[in-house]
């Protein structure tokens, strides 16, 4: 496998176009599957080395994860108490999800485990899981605060009252999922909404659950039952797609079945308020979430001011919008996105030297960037190993005036397998080379 693309100035994007299923999901649906008494079917399951890495996780944990076909996965739970202690390390990969939900599940068992990523994942902050964790009675070691971390088995949990200092769908799962465990109430409360899939899955596996934007609250001591989770398109790889045909002139796209949830369509607001014209047709439920096709078409985009309320809705899309507000005209600011500066990169350093190198002016801040739109020229950028920052400058790279090498481009596995081939299908001039 080649670790870099070129990428040149591409032609219109036409055509139809499905991307993967939603990684978010896909986790949670092992997870729960693993945990509930009988079968769960899941259909749309995203085959990234992410979602993989917590089906092995689960496997090493003594669950039965078959795979009857592509995108599909039949997990035989073996109940709330039913998991075995592994003989060695969970290497969740590059999956900070993994890890951090992981963490919530572990934290009830009887016995220990020690939870491990890769480059990327062992330098993402952990303590905001460990906190709250602890509080709950668990007993977790880390290496000041990152991975691997070492997870105590045998620990009696409580539930707390948890205000979440971030806005963190993650962190809210983990407590969630350790409230499973715990004796009496947990209650997480929001600073901003974030993405409710565990919410929403724990109470389709039948846990008693209350839940609305910014709030959920469970108590320990139920069961779940085993159920079949049909799987929508990822929005966050739509995303892609959606700046992409935005950008480039006599572009007309559909993307099918798109993932829809509020909690995830940050993106879809912001480019219509940059100018985009972007329809939702067909819209529909799919395995208890709202999906949608959208047709996308060239637009002219003018710079805005991003939201601040929109920044946890669009969370992983600020590359792509970064690449957006890097073809408007005029001035685009984004604000209270300091969280990027944690994810599998630093987003805001790593999107900034990458639209650097091909012309753009980006003025970075603590927490956001000021983009200018205007010419972006060829070069040669690196995605410093995160999947979301290759693709986007791959995207960029369809504006430029010339050729764009993008190196280490491997881990968007991570997301979006057969990306390459999608996007060569409906326009893209994109290849890999021998890095
Ligand atoms: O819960 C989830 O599935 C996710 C939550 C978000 O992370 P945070 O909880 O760190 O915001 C997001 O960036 C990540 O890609 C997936
Ligand atoms: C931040 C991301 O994922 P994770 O936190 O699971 O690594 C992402 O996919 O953009």
Redesign the pocket.
Known sequence: MSRDWIARPGSPLQGRVRVPGDK?IS?RAVMLGALAEGTTHVRGFLEGEDTRATAKVFEQLGVSVEAPSESERVIRGVGLQGLRGATGPLDCGNA??GMRLLAGVLAGQAFGSTLTGDASLSKRPMKRVIEPLERMGASVTSQEGLPPLHIAGGQALRGIDYVLPVA????K?AVLLAGLYADGVTRVTEPHP??DYTERMLAAFGWPIEFRPGFAELSGGHRLTGTEVDVPADFSSAAFFLVAASVIPGSELCIEAVGMNPRRTGLLAALRAMGADITERAAREQGGEPVADLLVRYAPLHGIEVPVELVPDM??EFPALFVAAACASGRTVVRGAA?LRV?ESDRIATMATGLRALGVSIEETPDGAVIEGGVIRGGRVDSHGDHRIAMSLAIAAQRASQEVRIGDVANVATSFPGFVGLAQRCGFALDHVEG
Not at 168 to 171: K, P
């Open positions: 978010s986790h900070g999800t963190s769908a993650q962190v799962s974030t993405r969370i992983d969280e994810k």
